[in-house]
């Protein structure tokens, strides 16, 4: 089943498709991190999608285990363990 992510970037409406949700979850993610409005997440029509709301605490989780979002909320570089 095929997934779409639908966000806005500059003024314009886009809907990307994805094989998995985790791999348009994945995509909303970064997508939020580079200054998207994402507005949906789903296999149907925009309501059937996932809601804002769940979206942006679907980030927040995101965001906490990715060093990439945390370096860019913190400004500063996160020791990594070798």
């Given at each position: 089943?095929?997934w779409h992510v639908q966000y806005r970037k500059d003024a314009v ?42 979206i942006a605490r679907i980030y927040e989780f995101w965001a906490k ?18």
């Amino acid at each position: 089943m095929t997934w779409h992510v639908q966000y806005r970037k500059d003024a314009v409406h886009h809907v990307t498709r994805h094989p998995s949700p985790e791999l348009a979850i994945e995509s909303a993610c970064r997508l939020i991190e580079d200054g998207c409005d994402v507005y949906g997440i789903g296999t149907g029509l925009l309501s059937d999608s996932i809601a804002r709301e769940q979206i942006a605490r679907i980030y927040e989780f995101w965001a906490k285990g990715n060093s990439r979002s945390a370096e860019f909320q913190t400004g500063s570089v996160l020791p990594i363990a070798v």
